[in-house]
T-cell receptor, first 113, second 114 residues
Framework: AQSVTQPDIHITVSEGASLELRCNYSYGATPYLFWYVQSPGQGLQLLLKYFSGDTLVQGIKGFEAEFKRSQSSFNLRKPSVHWSDAAEYFCAVATNTGNQFYFGTGTSLTVIP | KAGVTQTPRYLIKTRGQQVTLSCSPISGHRSVSWYQQTPGQGLQFLFEYFSETQRNKGNFPGRFSGRQFSNSRSEMNVSTLELGDSALYLC?????????????FGNGTRLTVT
């Protein structure tokens, strides 16, 4: 069965520090992987996506993620965090036969000045 | 291009009542999905519609239903509301669903059941 695990419920980083949010997935076929960000009271905004090809994908707001098939991981990174990055981050995997997405439980990011 | 629009933003209902939520997808998007978001359960898939047909369904009771109109707009209905139905309901659209079709989310409808 498809599933997504985000091991870190909450992460706190200092502004300017680097960030890595972890994501592990379970899916039998080639996964379609996504990272979304949600600010309070808002919907989810797409940060980046992986369908195929280069395993390092670039997204908006300076984020990138690396797909590692051997580790079933799709970790999100940012070299220097800004205070405006404080939000909830969700990793998701989509099936390739329909439009059903499976989301992780999210990682809440706090940025301290 | 306008984003996904959900109405209303907030709803307060009493247990036992029913409620209808509305979603207008991005122009040109034919797939509409609904998700329930709660602090304890995260994002749970409700159902997905494509060309007026329900294509996928999550593991929710029959009190949760939906439909899609010919202009791709979608509605979701919850009957006989329970306290546990309090949640943020998110609608998302995509061009056609499946591969190469990321979801684009609305800002959600916050439903409170008292």
């Amino acid at each position: 069965a498809q599933s997504v695990t985000q091991p870190d419920i909450h992460i706190t980083v200092s502004e300017g520090a680097s960030l890595e949010l972890r994501c592990n997935y379970s899916y039998g076929a080639t996964p379609y992987l996504f990272w979304y960000v949600q600010s309070p009271g808002q919907g989810l905004q797409l940060l980046l996506k992986y369908f195929s090809g280069d395993t390092l994908v670039q997204g908006i707001k300076g984020f990138e993620a690396e797909f590692k098939r051997s580790q079933s991981s799709f970790n999100l990174r940012k070299p220097s965090v800004h205070w405006s990055d404080a939000a909830e981050y969700f990793c998701a995997v989509a099936t390739n036969t329909g439009n059903q997405f499976y989301f992780g439980t999210g990682t809440s990011l706090t940025v301290i000045p | 291009k306008a984003g996904v629009t959900q109405t209303p933003r907030y709803l307060i209902k009493t247990r036992g009542q029913q409620v209808t939520l509305s979603c207008s997808p991005i122009s040109g998007h034919r797939s509409v999905s609904w998700y329930q978001q709660t602090p304890g359960q995260g994002l749970q898939f409700l159902f997905e519609y494509f060309s007026e047909t329900q294509r996928n369904k999550g593991n929710f009771p029959g009190r949760f239903s939906g439909r899609q109109f010919s202009n791709s707009r979608s509605e979701m209905n919850v009957s006989t509301l329970e306290l546990g139905d309090s949640a943020l309901y998110l609608c998302a659209s995509s061009r056609q669903g499946g591969e190469n079709s990321p979801l684009h989310f609305g800002n959600g409808t916050r439903l409170t059941v008292t």
